[in-house]
């Protein structure tokens, strides 16, 4: 039998275990289901509360790790309060689901190892679904780091590269990055690719690239401001809103086209399948509704909207 050892967990157990039917000792209490193929629950104001796993529900809220400093997707305002595209969303999805979604700041290359040993429930950081994160692989060496990850793709993005207006012309693309100074945040999709672009460059016998890979993206754009860097690499989202706010707008220019365009996932562990398939049903629900919609214009994001919820779509 699957039971998490977390204090919240073991709780929120106890308190549920008054409304739960007993279940067979070899039984897992969180896929506990009624014959109708949901626990009791749902209500017109969360009409998809019983998809949850018991003790989830019980408790009413998800753990959601995530790196807050990545705007426009997940950063803090003026006022310290969470916000962005990653935040609504997930809003919307607790309203439908009927639990708070509790977003608990993390560097972005820890969050995987945080919801392995149970810290979180979920990820959600503009974190790209692909098939090594599903696999567990790290993706540039190839080998087994930790066990997978399930996702449910809500958003898609490529990456893109941005330079200081005044000396954006001296890197037009992709390929004029041989030779260059690139920031960018450690444990990314974008410095995973940047060091693929340089084993290409070392096999075309060119010079290599040098990476300085940071926490966070907010001190990689610092790094490109204060000149000591040639060029910043970032997802599309993130880039494009640091070139529009940045100094009023006179910062940054992006640099050729995105590349790479590949879906946005909330990470779950493969154990916790009923808490992806009801995060998978609210997302369909909040798209169906319109919610979604409002949520991606209002940051400016309609160009990466999905049109349903799919689980480990990335290749």
Not at 94 to 108: C, H, I, K, P, Y
Not at 221 to 243: E, L, N, W
Request: net charge negative; glycine share 14%; proline share 3%.
């Amino acid at each position: 039998m699957t039971v998490r050892t977390s204090l919240r967990r073991t709780t929120a157990l106890l308190l549920a275990s008054a409304a739960l039917t007993a279940t067979s000792a070899c039984g897992d209490q969180r896929d506990a289901t009624t014959a109708g193929g949901g626990t009791p629950g749902g209500s017109a104001a969360a009409p998809l509360s019983d998809r949850l796993p018991a003790d989830i529900r019980a408790a009413g809220f998800v753990r959601v790790g995530s790196d807050i400093a990545f705007p426009p997707v997940e950063f803090k305002d003026g006022s310290g309060e969470t916000v962005g595209l990653d935040p609504d969303i997930a809003q919307a999805l607790g309203d439908q689901l009927g639990v708070e979604f509790r977003f608990e700041n993390g560097t972005f290359d820890t969050l995987v190892s945080g919801l392995r040993a149970d810290r979180y429930d979920v990820i959600m950081s503009a974190m790209n679904d692909t098939k090594a994160r599903q696999e567990g692989i790290d993706a540039v060496t190839g080998k087994k780091v930790g066990e997978g990850l399930d996702f449910v793709d809500y958003f898609s993005a490529g990456v893109s590269l941005y330079a200081r207006k005044a000396h954006a012309g001296s890197v037009r693309g992709w390929d004029d990055l041989c030779g260059k100074t690139v920031a960018v945040q450690r444990g990314s999709v974008a410095h995973d690719l940047l060091k693929s672009r340089d084993g290409a460059c070392a096999e075309g016998g060119g010079p290599a690239i040098a990476i300085e890979a940071y926490d966070t993206d907010a001190q990689a754009q610092t790094r490109v401001r204060s000149k000591g860097v040639d060029v910043g690499c970032s997802d599309f989202p993130a880039a494009a809103y640091a070139v529009k706010t940045s100094g009023g707008g006179q910062d940054f220019a992006l640099v050729g086209e995105q590349t790479n365009a590949a879906p946005y996932g909330i990470a779950v562990a493969k154990k916790d399948t009923r808490l992806r398939d009801a995060i998978a049903a609210a997302l369909d629900a909040i798209i169906a509704n319109g919610q979604y919609a409002k949520i991606v214009d209002k940051w400016g994001a309609r160009g990466g909207a999905v049109t349903k919820a799919v689980v480990n779509g990335g290749v």
